[in-house]
């Protein structure tokens, strides 16, 4: 049958997730991406009657990107799909499942940078002064939402990060919590005495009133009783600074950008700040100098008489 199924049927599809999950320890999150990305791939190759990945050309794959780069996909996008191909036939050749390589030469269009959106430091005080006002009310869940908040921002931590933490995990006397990084990588953040403040009440009467026997070590929990799901996170990272006056919609992602933004601009040591965000490259952490100075630009050209 020649059909996406039929590629992806292949036991080599089994193998390159085996491979994804256990070798190389990527986040579920990460794993459907790349499935979703063959996926797509399979599907332009069904088309053009490819029954087997050992049969695939570079020039199958080209136009597979210029079919995408037609349709209005992102540079974004063609970036991630031509990497996620070279990963992919990569490794099956490494395990003999193919026996050359076309995505070798495979380049993607070069991407454009762009600046990460991040929130000024009065618009994320105003954010966590919601969260602690919604918090008055003593309701368990917004008590959650105020510790997570003042967690995500306090330490630059991803979701995935947060959701993962148990409170053995978490020092508050010391203000420190072990945290479970991309690629199993652990390391130690520490936080400020406002999100241990948010922390305290949490635990003490949020989380609680939220316990079940499903609950096991988690730090915060959905309103059922279980680990509080990534999802649950974005959506009170959303719904919160939509009620902050002038605050961008960024999400949780955005308020990493933010914190690590602050802390270059408090003077913090990039190399600190790397170590911070378990970034693996410095490059990677680099982008929040340029924030900090494209932020210092705007100042300057509104603020100075002679600018």
Known sequence: ???????LQEPVIAGYERHLRSERGRSPHTVRGYLTDLRDLADRLADSGVTSWDDVT????????AGLDAAGASRATLARRSAAARGFFGWAQRAGEITTNPAQRLVAPKRVKTLPEVLRQDQASALLDVA????????????????????LYAS????????GLDIDDVD?????????????????????????EALDTWLQAGRPKLVAAASGPALFLG????RVDPRVVREVVHRLLRETPGAPDLGPHGLRHSAATHLVEGGADIRLVQELLG?????TTQVYTHVSVERLRRTFAQ?????
Do not use: C, N, Q, Y
């Not at 919604?134 to 967690?151: G, I, K």
């Not at 630059?156 to 959701?163: C, F, K, N, Q, Y």
């Not at 970034?279 to 490059?283: D, P, Q, R």
């Open 223 to 226: 309103a059922r009783g279980r």
């Open 172 to 196: 508050r006397s010391e203000r420190v919590m072990r945290v479970i990084g991309k690629g199993d990588k652990e390391r130690t953040v520490p936080f400020g005495r406002p999100a241990v």
């Open 279 to 283: 970034h693996a490259s410095l490059a």
């Open 132 to 151: 602690a006002v919604a918090a008055d009310d003593a309701d368990p869940v917004h008590l959650r939402d105020r510790a997570m908040l003042e967690l």
């Open 1 to 7: 049958m020649t059909s996406s199924s039929a590629l």
């Open 58 to 65: 570079l020039a199958d794959l080209r136009s597979w990107l």
């Open 303 to 307: 603020a100075h008489p002679r600018a």
């Open 156 to 163: 630059g931590i991803r979701v995935a990060e947060l959701v």
